[in-house]
């Protein structure tokens, strides 16, 4: 055998460190190369508006006053202011309590009290009784500033003495309107209609019984 055909055998060759093969043509088009992700631009920002406050009804809020405004306080029933009455002229008003009936004229002078032609510490001997004549004058600020001249019937003292504050408070109304509030606020322009309650048969008064006796 002759060394043409039998050739020398060459040496293995060197094994390959292990890198990655490069891509060929098409597997290079078809995926292609990773590039680095483009920053995303960031958002804007977005204005947000508060939400509307919401207001209550008018009934429902407590409306306050402001501190430097004063708020005033309730203020209390005074008598009325002293008026000058006139010169001239009557003012008659009639009054009636039970079964009395006053009829009462004012005239323009020192404060004379006069009832039936008599003086009132004469003709009634009550204090309660005497006091309750001037009262209207009192409330009103006007004592010695008008006579007072009345005619009473009927009725004993304490309904007579009813009768003629009653007929006093209306003259003195007719005579100024301003002394109306005064008046109707002290109870003195409303009518007492409590009379006595009749007497029932079968019985002893008006409520009273006559005593039951089983013996």
């Known amino acids: 055998m002759t060394d043409a055909e039998n050739p020398p055998t060459e040496p293995n060759p060197p094994a390959e460190a292990d890198t990655p093969a490069e891509p060929t043509g098409e597997s290079a088009a078809a995926t292609p190369a990773p590039t680095p992700a483009a920053a995303a631009p960031a958002p804007a920002p977005v204005e947000t508006t508060p939400p509307a406050e919401t207001v209550a009804p008018a009934d429902d809020v407590a409306v306050t006053a402001p501190a430097h405004v004063g708020v005033p306080a309730q203020a209390e029933v005074q008598p009325a202011a002293v008026v000058t009455p006139p010169a001239k002229g009557a003012y008659w008003g009639t009054g009636r309590r039970k079964s009395a009936v006053a009829r009462v004229r004012l005239l323009a002078g020192d404060?004379?009290?006069?009832?039936?032609?008599?003086?009132?510490?004469?003709?009634?001997?009550?204090?309660?009784?005497?006091?309750?004549?001037?009262?209207?004058?009192?409330?009103?600020?006007?004592?010695?500033?008008?006579?007072?001249?009345?005619?009473?019937?009927?009725?004993?003292?304490?309904?007579?003495?009813?009768?003629?504050?009653?007929?006093?408070?209306?003259?003195?109304?007719?005579?100024?309107?301003?002394?109306?509030?005064?008046?109707?606020?002290?109870?003195?322009?409303?009518?007492?209609?409590?009379r006595v309650e009749r007497k029932k048969y079968g019985q002893r008064k008006a409520r009273r019984r006559f005593q039951f006796s089983k013996r």
């Open 111 to 194: 404060g004379t009290i006069k009832i039936n032609k008599r003086a009132v510490d004469d003709y009634f001997t009550e204090p309660q009784e005497r006091a309750a004549v001037a009262e209207p004058l009192k409330v009103t600020n006007t004592v010695g500033h008008w006579n007072v001249f009345v005619n009473v019937h009927g009725g004993g003292h304490t309904g007579q003495a009813g009768a003629i504050l009653l007929g006093v408070a209306r003259a003195l109304v007719k005579a100024d309107g301003r002394h109306e509030a005064a008046l109707r606020e002290a109870g003195y322009l409303t009518r007492d209609s409590r």
